[in-house]
């Protein structure tokens, strides 16, 4: 039996929809964050970083949204969520499923954390916290996630999905990005493309079923 252990309203919400979309048995293990929003120190029992996601399965420990969705593939025979080996929708799978961790959390992670500073240090320095946090996000961070965004406007727009004209796991690794992106991305952008996409993937059963195993999960609201 896979145990997932699973931080409330986090990226772990992708592993159980992969479980889901893969038809496997599994357990959820869930953790609460803390009053400072993050995960609890019981997830160090599992993972030294005490992050989620984090997968338990015959004796092997998993850690890595990206290496947990590889490992589940590999050895599920999840074949069928990408596309075939040597074309060129195999490449471009490859790099939305390194993407998704490696270029685009870590700028939304970036903003909100600045966008939470200010609420953190004490009332009377909180008018200078703000004007630097704001400082950084409009002359740092949202360029380049408007970029960001601009690139999965064109992306999806070719086929309607990151990989190709099929659904794969690269838009379950994209769909936390893209879901807390767009609440997260200043400015006017036509993102029609990308709300199809996300009423798409909502509408499947396996990201329903997720839900209802997971629990809360704020961006499947938006």
């Known amino acids: 039996m896979i145990t997932v252990h ?61 290496a947990i969705m590889d490992y589940l593939i590999e050895t599920y025979g999840g074949e069928g969520l990408r596309p075939a080996a040597g074309t060129d929708e ?67 727009g070719k086929e309607g999905w990151f990989a190709g004209k099929d659904f794969s796991a690269a838009d379950i690794a994209m769909s936390f990005p893209v879901e807390a992106g767009t609440t997260r991305i200043a400015g006017a952008k036509d993102t029609s493309v990308l709300r199809g996409w996300m009423e798409q993937i909502r509408a499947r059963p396996a990201y329903q079923r997720a839900l209802a195993r997971g629990g809360e999960y704020g961006y499947a609201k938006g």
């Open 90 to 156: 195999r490449l471009r799978y490859r790099y939305w499923m390194h993407y998704a961790e490696g270029s685009a959390m870590p700028l939304l992670v970036m903003k909100l954390i600045f966008a939470r500073i200010p609420g953190q240090v004490p009332f009377f320095v909180r008018p200078v916290a703000r004007m630097i946090s704001q400082g950084v996000s409009r002359k740092l961070l949202d360029p380049q996630l408007s970029d960001h965004l601009d690139l999965w406007i064109a992306e999806v």
């Open 6 to 66: 699973y931080l409330d309203n986090s990226r772990a919400h992708r592993i159980l929809w992969m479980l889901e979309e893969l038809g496997l048995d599994y357990q959820v293990k869930v953790y609460h964050r803390t009053k400072d929003y993050l995960a609890p120190k019981e997830l160090k029992a599992v993972h030294p970083l005490g992050k989620s996601p984090v997968i338990e399965d015959d004796g092997r420990v998993v850690a890595e949204s990206g």
